[in-house]
């Protein structure tokens, strides 16, 4: 029998299943329809949770956007990497219909676990994290979880329209930017470059919760090469509209898996800002949320921040 394809309205509280009701669901891998239920959603289990938007059409990094089936993502619950060495890419963690239940009431203090929910939580905790060399996760999973979308496939979108999570204003915009950006064959005009040349990443050491403002244009070329990246790092257009705003240091990021190879590398002087992620109309409304890094020479600490460092160093 074909399975329904399930609607969880924005907004909608929900309860995550426990960690017996989910381990039933899954797999020999530990996994949902090819998505792995991740050791670090654990610490959900049982908590009450609103719905953030729905994760039928999500962007997979060197796919292109790409369909679920039966998903969401829930406000705030993030994967903290910490059965994956520490990742700092702080992802938004993808939900299956399966492992959540609406909210029939008010929400209730959640109580003792069985014996059977302990056992299934520590089933749970021990999931495969490596295949060899390689880390897995949601996000290295992505592809094998999801299905191709037509390029010009615009039902996802409407469908977002109503659900509430597009505006039909947005959603020209988005067509009329589309249609731009292939007619130019990728509108590198709105690609902020610089001029060739090492490029420094800055030497601010920035702590959480300081405050910055990202420079203003003129000084940020002078820290882009002219593939507009900075050793290596992209200042995508997604985050034109950040330029000259203050913005507080979420975390500082050290280490991130790289979802095409499930790799990890390091990176230096480079923060994640509260309130600068990627869903923008540039990326045609992605709803992952990812967070928009940042080298420490885009960035100067507000006068603030500043005095607050003087005072802790001396």
């Known amino acids: 029998m074909k399975r329904e394809t399930w609607r969880s309205p924005r907004a909608q509280l929900m309860r995550v299943k426990s960690p017996s009701e989910i381990w039933k669901t899954l797999d020999a891998d530990g996994k949902l329809d090819g998505l792995p239920f991740m050791p670090e959603m654990v610490v959900y289990c049982g908590s009450y949770i609103r719905v953030h938007r729905s994760a039928r059409r999500t962007c997979v990094v060197g796919h292109g956007f790409r369909e679920m089936k ?17 990742c700092h890419r702080a992802c938004l963690l993808f939900w299956k219909k399966e492992w959540l239940a609406p909210a029939e009431a008010a929400p209730v203090a959640q109580s003792e676990w069985s014996a059977d929910d302990a056992a299934a939580a520590e089933r749970l905790r021990r999931l495969p994290t490596r295949d060899g060399p390689r880390y897995t996760c949601q996000s290295t999973a992505l592809k ?38 292939r007619a130019s064959g990728g509108n590198p005009k709105r690609q902020l470059i610089g001029a060739a040349g090492q490029k420094s990443r800055g030497s601010l050491d920035l702590r959480r919760d300081e405050w910055v403002v990202l420079k203003p ?4 070329r002078k820290q882009l090469d002219e593939h507009g990246r900075n050793c290596g790092l992209n200042f995508p257009p997604t985050m034109h509209h950040a330029i000259g ?36 109309l540039d990326v045609a409304n992605c709803p992952r949320g990812e967070y928009l890094y940042c080298r420490e020479s885009w960035l100067q600490r507000t006068a603030e921040s500043a005095d607050r460092v003087g005072e802790h160093r001396a």
């Not at 039966?70 to 520490?86: E, N, W």
């Open 70 to 86: 039966d998903a969401v993502f829930l406000q705030d619950a993030r994967c903290d990497g910490s059965f994956h060495d520490h």
């Open 144 to 181: 094998a979880a999801t299905t191709a979308l037509h390029r010009w496939d615009v039902r996802p979108l409407l469908r977002e329209i109503v659900a509430g999570e597009l505006s039909l204003s947005d959603f020209v915009r988005i067509l009329i930017r589309t249609l731009r950006r």
């Open 217 to 220: 244009i003129e000084e940020l």
């Open 245 to 280: 705003r203050s913005y507080r240091v979420a975390f500082p990021v050290r280490q991130i898996i790289l979802e095409q190879t499930g790799t990890m590398v390091k990176l230096n002087n480079t923060v994640a800002l509260d309130g600068l992620l990627c869903e923008g």
